[in-house]
């Protein structure tokens, strides 16, 4: 691939960025605006989650742990020892990093189903650990009384937290979540990644220092993740155990597999997916999650690439029109990116 | 000046003894051929030589430094660069990627240094496609760099193969059954670019069942049979071993 299209695509990206955030502002509906930052919240997730499973290569069933240690972290400092939320929010993501790096290396010595086994466990030991914790973490009853983040100083006058503030702040942390995902993917740290995914032996026989490479990208990703948390935590300012466990876990992988491993911008699209058209499926009343599932299941069908396979086909057809209309050069990109 | 010395290597699977005390070293600039018939032994060695396994007891030495529990990686770094008879290439990259990915790795920019694109990263990754379209051009694949390597015919994967160890700018390359699945054209040819790649000074250790072909192109012969060292010489002496030819015929050794 050029160079160009990066760019393009960037700049596509950032377009829909700024308009997203002239629009957030104008949206009354309290609901779909809350249904919006969990958006956000899940977009982020998702591309930290597509990181380790997509490029890496690494399947693991514990990524909404380090979601619930970003989380709680973050809540239980802001509540108990009364520190600023900004400074919260960071140790948060660290511990959740932290905990990344402990998985990562754990993921060293264990290949392919065995490292999917432990980190089902993994994931299942914090869930327990929050869930019954009740003296800390409140337990099942969970934690409430978490603190908004200060309200955000503005030429003399200060913002407060509103939800339309919160979404905002949201989608800044997706876009600089896939800026720094797409600059891993286009630079030799995504080639190397993709190197191990595609076969660990013959990377570590080219030199690529492969146990390294894993503990990185799951530090990286489980910081993503716990940003995410913390977000999450100040947001809501309510925390259930039940966000963090096994299925929120597998629900994770469903999602990433959904808008296509190693694509950051479908990743977007399902988080997108995943949060609004169960919602939208009420008019089904009971049969609401049935037929999502049926959704998925014909998502899968038909796109096994996932969302990003569906773009792929758009970006064919875009590339047949061109080359119809006689703009050669775009054709030439849209076909390289609907093969890409 | 011996390069590469093994020195009493033995390897056991179970109670299977793959490899047994074999013993044998590759002089530099030279192209030392392992023979064996199949189950001998030769992948392993290979496997023993790059760290993909550790031998069960003995010595393996390059360049003077001991080389028998270090990682994959870092006798990669050492200058060991191998291919693999079982074909082994990034499937679902270029063959220009598969190719820069060798530079990029032992590239010195730091990460960092990458993922914010700096001017030291981006030369890096310009003067890596560079080696990539040269050594693409070398083994004839000029013209494929945008190819899915998955995509590209066998004998095209296995030249590949070759310019992503020579990528790593090896001193010592391991080549396990290169012309395995070539057409006697695409042999003569190889066996011509073994020739050249020789002449610019590095040393080949080459697994190889096309016996003509070795007989061509090697300086030395290396026999294996049941994980033994049965014979060890130039061509012409392994010609006329009685041992080699009851290993590969089964006849009587007297």
């Known amino acids: 691939m050029t160079r160009l299209p990066i760019r393009w695509r960037l700049a596509a990206v950032i377009a829909v960025f700024v308009v997203a955030e002239m629009v957030g502002p104008t949206i009354e509906n309290a609901y779909i605006l809350h249904l919006l930052v969990l958006t956000c919240i899940y977009s982020v997730l998702v591309m930290s989650h597509n990181l380790v499973t997509g490029y890496v290569g690494l399947f693991h069933l514990c990524h909404a742990a380090f979601f619930g240690i970003g989380a709680y972290i973050s809540a239980l400092l802001a509540i108990h020892l009364h520190l600023p939320v900004p400074l919260t929010f960071i140790l948060g993501a660290l511990g959740a990093a932290i905990s990344g790096l402990a ?16 980190s089902l466990g993994l994931g299942v030991i914090v869930y327990q650990v929050l869930n ?26 200060s913002i407060p937290w509103t939800p339309h503030v919160f979404l905002a702040v949201g989608l800044i942390f997706v876009l600089l979540t896939y800026i720094v995902c797409v600059r891993i993917q286009d630079s030799k740290v995504g080639l190397i990644m993709k190197a191990i995914r595609e076969n660990e032996l013959a990377a570590a026989c080219v030199g690529i220092r492969t146990h390294k490479v894993k503990v990185a990208a799951f530090t ?71 037929v999502f599932g049926a959704l998925l299941v014909i998502v899968v069908l038909f796109f096994p690439r996932g969302m990003a396979g569906l773009g792929a086909l758009i970006w064919a057809g875009v590339a047949w029109l061109c080359s119809r209309l006689g703009a050669q050069n775009v054709a030439k990109w849209g076909a390289s990116r609907g093969v890409a | 000046m011996a390069l590469l010395e093994l020195s009493d290597v033995t390897k056991r699977f179970g109670g299977n003894e793959v490899i047994s005390r074999a013993s044998f070293d590759v002089r530099e600039g030279t192209i030392t051929a392992v023979l064996g018939p199949n189950g001998a032994g030769k992948t392993t060695l290979f496997n023993l030589i790059t760290g993909v396994l550790r031998p069960t007891s003995g010595d393996i030495h390059f360049d003077g430094q001991s080389i028998t529990d270090m990682p994959v990686p870092e006798i990669v770094r050492m200058g060991v660069a191998r291919t693999f008879q079982k074909l082994r290439l990034f499937k679902n990259l270029t063959a220009e990627q598969n190719v820069t990915l060798s530079r990029l790795s032992l590239g010195t920019v730091p990460w ?19 080696v990539a379209s040269e050594l693409l051009f070398f083994v004839g694949l000029a013209g494929f760099e945008q190819t899915r390597a998955g995509s590209l015919a066998h004998g095209q994967q296995r030249v590949l193969e070759i310019a992503r160890a020579m990528a790593l700018n090896p001193r010592f390359l391991l080549l396990d059954e290169p012309m395995a699945g070539l057409n006697p054209d695409e042999s003569s040819r190889l066996a011509g670019s073994l020739l050249r790649i020789r002449e610019r000074g590095i040393t080949i250790l080459l697994i190889e069942h096309h016996v003509d072909v070795v007989m061509d192109i090697a300086d030395r012969i290396v026999v294996l049979d049941f994980g033994k060292v049965i014979a060890d010489g130039a061509p012409e002496q392994i010609q ?7 290993a590969y015929l089964g006849g009587k050794v007297n």
């Open chain 1, 103 to 118: 998985v990562g290396l754990l993921s060293v010595r264990l290949g392919g189903h065995y490292f999917a086994i432990v």
């Open chain 1, 132 to 157: 019954n914790w009740v003296a800390l973490t409140a337990g099942p009853i969970g934690l409430s009384g978490i603190p908004l983040p200060p309200e955000i100083p503005w030429f003399g006058s």
């Open chain 1, 220 to 290: 990286i990703a489980a910081f993503l993740a716990g940003c995410a948390g913390g977000m999450y935590a100040h947001y809501s300012r309510m925390l259930v155990p039940e966000q963090y466990s096994f299925i929120s876990s597998v629900e994770l992988v469903a999602m990433t597999v959904l808008g296509g491993l190693g694509s950051f911008g479908g990743s977007i699209a399902s988080a997108t997916f995943f949060t609004i058209v169960p919602e939208m499926l009420r008019v089904a009343g009971q049969w609401r999650l049935e």
């Open chain 2, 112 to 130: 960092l240094f990458a993922f914010i694109g700096s001017k030291g990263s981006r030369q890096e990754e310009k003067r890596a496609v560079e």
């Open chain 2, 240 to 246: 006329n071993n009685p041992q080699v030819i009851a």
